[in-house]
């Protein structure tokens, strides 16, 4: 596609629930990244897959979040229960080559609320 | 200490002013210096970046490394109200198994016509 495509553009989930949040990015870029952003903060980084594999998933905050690639295209972002200190919006963006640094793409995010 | 600061403003100047935005860093490993420029409710859209230390300019916006001050400063000339947003400072350093860039918490601009 022309740019990166997050869906559902807003989540509103109850605590302790599951949610998914999918990233579909630039055709042809081998590099996807997530990114957290809480009110009035920058993004902070979560997880980076080079194809399939996830090369750096350090900024995961715990085990109850969980990320996929698996035919390195379109990412899915797992939350397993939910808490309310998840409320953020969530960034995805892609890179065609992480070596040679030209910046990412970033979609426009996924609002998640946890209520 | 967070290892990038920024102003969080808000900062709100009359359209034509010239705008200065800056952050610091601790990082002395950081290479690459980024701006990115968000509006409400959209993702992050990259305005500049720069290598090392030095100037570059594109159209109405210069940005500045000063690796020795670990400062970096983004400056908009003849403001316009669709410079209207926040502005992020991100960077990174060079090489390594991860292209994680590490932002600053924005400093919103308002351009009051």
């Known amino acids: 596609g022309a740019g990166v495509s997050q869906t559902p553009s807003n989540k509103v989930t109850e605590k302790g629930k599951y949610v998914e949040l999918r990233c579909d990015p630039i055709?042809?870029?081998?590099?996807l990244y997530w990114y957290r952003q809480s009110l009035g903060q920058g993004p902070e980084f979560l997880i980076y897959?080079?194809?399939?594999?996830?090369?750096?998933d350090s900024g995961l905050p715990n085990d109850r979040f969980f990320a996929v690639r698996p035919e390195g295209s379109v990412s899915t972002l797992k939350i397993q229960r939910t808490e309310r200190g998840d409320s953020a919006v969530y960034l995805c963006?892609?890179?065609?080559?992480?070596?040679?640094?030209?910046?990412?793409?970033f979609g426009s995010g996924t609002r998640l609320t946890v209520v | 200490q967070k290892e990038v600061e920024q102003d969080p403003g808000p900062l709100s100047v009359p359209e034509g002013a010239i705008v200065s935005l800056n952050c610091t860093y601790s990082?002395?490993?950081?290479?690459?210096f980024m701006w990115y420029r968000q509006y409400s409710r959209k993702g992050p859209e990259l305005l500049m970046y720069?290598?090392?230390?030095g100037n570059k300019e594109d159209g109405r916006f210069t940005a500045q490394v000063d690796k020795s001050s670990k400062y970096i400063s983004l400056f908009i000339r003849d403001s316009q109200p669709s410079d209207s947003a926040t502005y992020l400072c991100?960077?990174?350093?060079?090489?390594?198994?991860?292209?994680?860039?590490?932002f600053g918490t924005g400093t919103l601009l308002a351009v009051q016509p």
């Open positions: 720069t290598y090392s230390s």
């Open positions: 897959f080079q194809g399939t594999g996830a090369a750096d």
């Open positions: 990082n002395s490993a950081f290479q690459y």
């Open positions: 991100a960077m990174r350093g060079q090489g390594g198994a991860t292209n994680k860039l590490i």
């Open positions: 055709s042809g870029h081998t590099a």
């Open positions: 963006a892609s890179s065609l080559n992480p070596a040679a640094f030209e910046g990412y793409t």
